[in-house]
């Protein structure tokens, strides 16, 4: 990247916003890259110099503590050194039975297992997939136009991301099992920009698990990543963003983008259990008459957590159908926002949209925001928006001491029901245990329940 | 030690305001006592009180079971004491499936690092829930969450019969339920009657006494014990109305 060009805007934002460093904060790998997608990174770097830091008078910044989301001392993330390590973490942690394995450390593969994929199927790194499947990365690689306030981060993304996955399942191919990945980040302002495409055409089916995890505990890393999820006529997407990093440094943009086809369906869920600040944008297009998307949330936040979460459902057909469960469970002096926007667009008659956050405190210091929104422009509509903030009830826990569950268990077994309940929802029972294993795990740890 | 569950002199009051008023019985072990009584006796609050709800104040008296005073035990104690209440309204739990919730009952009951056998648990569990017609999905559905009233009802006797208590008491479990239901849930009772085991069935109607056959009945006004008798008593009630009980008592009073 030349260095004049980042100088010479430094002196043009000079008034609004310092830069916060003068290269994307990437290693160089040397790739023979295409010059579309070399393209894509110095317009996405010059938009990232361009646009100002976001502000809290931006209602996309609202509640937000924005003091968490300057990196100013940015810098490439280096090569992890306990790679086989992290390897034999990500194998013991994986779902059994798996389609195929990828493990990233800071940037970098550094492992990957092919177990039962279908053989039209493909299953790459991104960065490899360019040189072969170029036409398909990039009719789809982040075509997201709008943002929900992550502008910034999104063209933060697009200039230096390398890392992440390729999944495209062409017509009529299903994927059974779910595609694993593992995003391995660490040390201080250290950054990956990991990034996940996966296109099902024509009835075909993608499962993908990302699991978020730090090295080691208590570094200041950064994670900027981007998730596009496509499915074609009746094809079929179940995403899963498990982000488990350690609860002390980590922070963690993640910029989705869902498009639903003609009577296709995509699924995604974010669970939450880690990092100090987290900012999840979730933006879901139903493009064509009865695609239907659901978008699961679960957030189990301590100590000064904050999870920041922004959606849009875009009914854009007629029979298009939405459903969003976040549930969010709130210990110490942690804090969660929730935006969320329903919008069905001129025409999308006979549209069935529903979009439900509820919040469960655990402590009288914790904060839930919750803001949601709707805005209907036809006719014969069926829509539905509502948050609840509340304390586990009196009465439930008596019910279940009434049969002889003590009542500290009981408050966990309710805590754990409240979270699990958006999760129970994916498809496939081992995804589920494996993620109702890990949020268990983390009530486990709380000390103040 | 007396094998019973033997109410004494009971006050109980919610907001200062008194609701039982000094009311005693007691049940032998092996005995199926009713209790019915016209809204507003008292009949729940005596259930809830048992049970340890903290929205009752006790002002005096005891409830011994088998000579331990289940008021000085916390609620879940009372329990794996081997007192049940089935409730009137169930809570729902949503995300705690059915299984893993009796589950934990059980577990609450056995030593510390004692763990249950999950076969035989299940197989339990299953033999159970055909006994009562319960397809087996409900067990791994949340507690109660979008059940009708008919299958929340079944899912309390089901947990009765997991948790095999010694004295059970059923608060109105005939409340919302069609004729089938309360057959199968009245089987589900009597199938658990045992020398060993004594129950306090606490009723509005006569109808579930015909399938429940008690040993005893209770006439319960403003907050007291006011006539007891055999299960004839049940049917001159349904027959003469709790108008009937009310005025006797003024005459002889």
């Known amino acids: 990247m030349s260095s004049t060009l980042s100088e010479n805007e430094t002196a043009a934002t000079a008034e609004t916003s310092v830069p916060w460093f003068a290269a994307p904060p990437v290693h160089d790998i040397a790739l023979e890259l295409p010059d579309w997608y070399r393209e894509i990174q110095s317009e996405s770097w010059q938009t990232f110099l361009n646009l100002p830091d976001p502000e809290r008078r931006d209602e996309n910044w609202r509640f937000a503590d924005l003091r968490k989301l300057r990196f100013a001392e940015l810098i490439a993330a280096r090569p992890a050194d306990n790679v086989e390590s992290l390897v034999q973490r990500a194998k013991a942690e994986r779902v059994e039975h798996f389609a195929a394995h990828f493990v990233f450390a800071n940037n970098r593969l550094i492992y990957s297992e092919v177990a039962d994929l279908p053989e039209e199927a493909i299953c790459l790194p991104i960065n490899q997939a360019l040189a072969d499947h170029g036409d398909v990365v990039r009719a789809h690689f982040m075509k997201e136009e709008g943002t929900l306030g992550g502008a910034k981060f999104q063209a933060l993304h697009g200039a230096a991301t390398l890392s992440g996955l390729f999944v495209h399942a062409p017509k009529g191919c299903v994927i059974e099992k779910p595609v694993v990945v593992h995003h391995f980040s660490g040390g201080d302002f250290q950054a990956i920009f990991p990034h996940t495409l996966a296109v099902a055409e024509d009835n075909a089916s993608i499962s993908i698990m990302d699991f978020f995890e730090s090295i080691v505990d208590g570094e200041q890393s950064v994670i900027v990543g981007g998730v596009d999820l496509v499915a074609s006529n009746g094809g079929r997407v179940q995403y899963v963003s498990m982000q488990d990093e350690s609860d002390a440094g980590p922070k963690h943009v993640q910029l989705n983008s869902s498009r639903a086809g003609r009577d296709a369906n995509i699924v995604s869920a974010f669970v939450n259990l880690g990092a100090s600040w987290v900012r999840n944008e979730s933006i879901n297009h139903m493009q064509e008459n009865g695609s239907d998307i659901q978008i699961f949330g679960a957030c189990l936040a301590n100590g000064s957590q904050e999870y920041d979460q922004r959606t849009l459902q875009s009914h854009e057909a007629e029979h298009t159908t939405s459903d969003l469960l976040f549930k969010n469970a709130l210990y110490d002096e942690s804090r969660t926002i929730f935006a969320g926007l329903i919008q069905v667009q001129p025409g999308s ?36 928006h509502g948050s609840t903030s509340g304390q586990i009830s009196d009465e439930e826990i008596f019910y279940l001491q009434a049969r002889g569950i003590p009542a500290e268990s009981a408050r966990q077994m309710i805590s754990l029901g409240f979270m699990n ?29 | 030690m007396s094998q019973s569950l033997k109410i004494e002199n009971l006050h109980a009051s919610v907001e200062d305001t008194e609701i039982l008023k000094g009311l005693s019985l007691e049940i032998p072990k092996g005995e199926v006592h009713a209790i019915m009584g016209p809204n507003g006796s008292g009949k729940s609050t005596l259930s809830k009180v048992m049970a340890g709800h903290e929205d009752y104040e006790v002002t005096a008296g005891t409830v011994l079971m088998d000579d331990v005073d289940l008021l000085d035990l916390e609620i879940d104690e009372r329990s794996r004491a081997g007192f049940f209440l089935a409730f009137q309204y169930p809570h729902e739990i949503p995300g705690v499936s059915n299984a893993n919730f009796l589950r934990a009952a059980l577990q609450a009951r056995l030593p510390k690092g004692e763990e249950i056998d999950a076969v035989a648990f299940y197989k339990d569990m299953y033999a159970k829930m055909d006994a009562l017609s319960m397809d087996r999905k409900f067990t791994g559905r949340s507690v109660n969450d979008g059940f009708s009233g008919g299958e929340k009802k079944r899912n309390e006797i089901l947990q009765m019969m997991m948790l095999e208590p010694k004295y059970a008491v059923l608060d109105e479990t005939d409340s919302g339920l069609d004729i089938d239901a309360l057959k199968i849930v009245a089987e589900g009772v009597n199938r658990m009657r045992s020398p060993e085991r004594g129950f306090l069935v606490i009723t509005h109607y006569q109808r579930l006494l015909d399938y429940i056959v008690p040993d005893v009945v209770h006439v319960m006004s403003d907050g007291q014990i006011v006539k007891t008798g055999g299960k004839e008593l049940a049917l001159e009630l349904e027959e003469k109305g709790y108008d009937w009980v009310t005025e006797e008592l003024a005459v002889t009073a």
Not at chain 1, 358 to 378: F, H, T, V
Not at chain 1, 423 to 449: D, M, P
């Open chain 1, 349 to 384: 008659h006979h549209t069935d949209s529903y979009q439900t956050c509820r919040n469960l405190l655990g402590s009288d210091k914790a904060e839930a925001n919750a803001m949601p929104g709707l805005e209907i422009d036809a006719d014969q509509v069926k829509c539905s």
């Open chain 1, 421 to 449: 309940e958006s999760v129970s929802k994916l498809t496939g029972a081992e995804i589920k245990e494996n993620l109702f294993e890990r949020i268990e795990r983390k009530f486990a740890s709380l000390r103040n329940w």
